[in-house]
């Protein structure tokens, strides 16, 4: 499928219909979902209404604006009424949510039309779509490899070209980490720049929403429509949204620092070749190279399994098998209805998180293990702060490795966990960041480069990565896409 | 180094409880990735600082104003047992059965 932009093109010279793309999009997940497994549920009636009422608008001549009549996929973690939200654990299975996220609200007043839920690790608890309870999502260019995590469906979804726009959520890097792995544009905006209400909570002081395309243009036209304050979650950042847009091909007057500590040892030597190509690119486009340092950033995976488990630990109490959602059956008490039906819904990854959450937080342990992560963390947001001084944008790798095979890293939960060393400090420091398609590995697999900005400065980021994008081409194509390609 | 008597009690505070071999496997990982996050044993802070979020934007409290919520009937459609007032659960005292 193609990109947003040129799709809202299309649709606005009345090339095309909307019903058309929906019906394109069905036909494309009948044919490659049985292979992939992304989605968990296909909303086929939902979609072709909306796609009805979005070109009987522009039969009128109205329009909503760049994502009317557009298809989109939802993480399984975001709810959307009347849907299932499963969050990919057997302790969700079968609960439909009573209400809309605020991210799908506005989607939907801007006329984009939800075709379905994808699949991620249980609770976006993983780095590579392993740890769903419905089953692993394959990579769309290497169905042997993991498509990355724990938006993974999202990213499947988009690069298979099931849909042009998909929305997944970071706690750690859950929508860069993919979007390097599938070949598409993956951004994670600043701490607070979308509403989360409506997203499954994992790590409060980390979560945050992001837009998934082909191009840089398509998570610019979305980010610019969910962004912003939002009532109903009171961390939302205050400050206006403006319109979005992507570079004019010249980076004149721009400094990019490489990050020293993130292309040394450990760096796939092909990942490293991508960064130094991109960095060459920068400069070929008037950009000035600035080497900048990170030097807590070696800190990052250790701070976030603290930080993130101990949140995660206090936001999935909720799920008790009391209000809502599995319980276990043949209880005699209350506890043991907690206890059970926990025990049996959650699975194995869920329980490791909640119990080094737990611990952490523990009475005698907490000084040693929160407390500490917590003087790391300042430590690593006041990094950011150096070296935005001296650079307007950092570039970096996604990962030290492209996507991995499928089972590599399951019976290592601390390899998994270091796979996401290179984007985890944006999420301690709440910085905006985004996975750039710059090449592929020689059996082509894709491999991605990280671009961050400071706080806020989604504007930087994304005039950046837009002309960076223009240089490096687009990512390429997988190859079960290409063969049945129109 | 994480004791099986530890994973035990840490089970109890986070109501899950593990099966015997869950009990041996997590010991295992735990105390893999516990000496991993030693690592923080190394920073030093000068400042002290300790920061639990960042970016919290400041701004006043909404007005206290009355708006619609969700229709009872559709929340208490997703308990698993209910009627048409309250939600269901066993005894919080043990001995009455569900």
Known sequence: MRPVGELAGALARGEIGSLELVEDSLARIRELDPKLHVFLHVDEAGAREAADRSDARRARGETLGPLDGIPYALKDNIVARGLPSTCASRILEGFVSPYDATLV????????????????????????????????????????????????????????????????????????????FCGVVGLKPSYGRVSRYGLVAFGSSLDQIGPVARTVQGVADALSIVAGLDPRDATTATAPVPRYETGDDSLLGKRVGVIRELLGEGVDPEVG??????????????????????????????????????????????????????????????????????????????????????????????????????????????????????????????????????????????????????????????????????GATSSGLPIGVQLQAPYLREDVLLEVAGSLEGALGWGPLPALVAEGAA | MVTREQVRHVARLAKLSLAPEE???????????????????????????????????????RADEPGACLPRPEILALAPRADDETMHVPPVLDGGGA
């Open chain 1, 105 to 180: 609200t506005r989607l939907r007043d801007a006329g984009a039309v939800l075709v379905g839920k994808v699949n991620l690790d249980e609770f976006a608890m993983g780095s590579s779509n392993e740890h769903s309870a419905f089953g692993l999502t394959r990579n769309p260019h290497e169905t042997s490899h993991v498509p990355g995590g724990s938006s993974g469906g999202s990213c499947a979804a988009v690069a298979s070209g099931m849909v042009p726009l998909a929305f997944g959520s970071e706690t750690g890097g859950s929508v860069r980490l993919p979007a390097s």
């Open chain 2, 23 to 61: 009990v041996e496997r997590l010991a295992g990982q735990l105390g893999e990735i516990l000496d991993y996050i030693a690592l923080l044993d190394e920073v030093e802070s000068d400042t002290g600082e300790e920061l639990t979020h960042v970016a919290v934007p400041e701004r006043p409290l």
């Open chain 1, 273 to 438: 070749e991508c960064v130094r190509r991109a960095a060459n690119e920068c400069e070929k486009l008037g950009a000035r190279l600035v080497d900048v340092s990170l030097p807590h950033a070696k800190y990052g995976v250790a701070v976030y399994y603290v930080v993130s488990s101990a949140e995660a630990s206090s936001n999935l109490a909720r799920f008790d098998g009391a209000r809502y959602g599995y319980r276990a059956p043949g209880v005699r008490d209350l506890e043991e209805l907690y206890t059970e039906s926990r025990s049996q819904g959650f699975g194995d990854e869920v329980k490791r998180r909640i119990m080094i959450g737990t611990f952490a937080l523990s009475s005698g342990y907490y000084d040693a293990y929160y407390g500490r992560a917590m003087h790391a963390r300042a430590l690593i947001r006041d990094d950011f702060a150096r070296a935005f001084e001296a650079a307007d944008v950092l570039l970096s790798p996604v990962s030290p490795t492209p996507s991995f095979r499928i089972g590599d890293r399951m019976e290592d939960p601390l390899a998994m966990y270091l796979t996401d060393a290179m984007t985890i400090p944006a999420n301690l420091a709440g910085v905006p960041a985004l996975s750039l398609p710059a």
